[in-house]
């Protein structure tokens, strides 16, 4: 399926535009545990949005660094911090599931409960009463619907399909920008 849709711009909050910057913005699970290789700097739980165990993972490995550059501290205790470092990784490991899943679902109903509602500026989908009910007849037999039926080589109708919709959709955009 094209990735289109996505850079739409569907201002307001209906479903289609809460779906489009919600598939913009969740963490993707293959992402994070391959972020894992950078564990010295954190990148895995900054890329989950939780700073606080990013900065754990970064300032433990800066305390380690430094205490291996100093000559009077014993090594073993700096190994220590390292292995515990490699122990909080272990445990993010093991829990990486569950944090991509939390923060996709938290991310989910934030973007659902957004208070903008409003629908675009533009948008015709229902009558007002300032609008002339012959020009809203209009605008409306214009408009091309996912619905519409098309004649195929039989003289048969049908409905057009998804990849057709795409094509018009992308159509209605390049003559918009057009303008």
Request: proline share 3%; with cysteine.
């Amino acid at each position: 399926m094209s990735e289109y849709w996505k850079h739409q711009n569907l201002d307001g909050n209906g479903l289609q535009t809460i779906n489009q910057q919600y598939s913009r913005l969740q963490k993707n699970i293959r992402t994070a545990y391959f972020l894992c290789a950078l564990f010295p700097l954190g990148v895995h739980q900054f890329y989950l949005k939780s700073a606080g165990r990013g900065t754990l993972f970064l300032g433990l490995s800066v305390i380690t660094i430094i205490l291996f550059a100093i000559p009077s501290i014993s090594p073993i205790f700096a190994s220590s911090l390292f292995l515990a470092e490699i122990a909080l990784l272990g445990i993010d490991i093991l829990k990486m599931d569950d944090q991509v899943i939390h923060f996709n679902k938290n991310l989910k109903m934030r973007l659902s409960l957004q208070t903008n509602t409003s629908p675009p500026e533009d948008f015709r989908g229902r009558y007002r009463d300032e609008t002339p009910i012959d020009d809203y007849v209009s605008i409306k037999n214009n408009e091309i619907t996912a619905f519409e039926t098309k004649k195929n080589g039989a003289g048969k109708s049908r409905i057009f399909s998804f990849a057709e919709q795409e094509k018009l959709i992308k159509e209605m955009h390049q003559k918009k920008t057009e303008k």
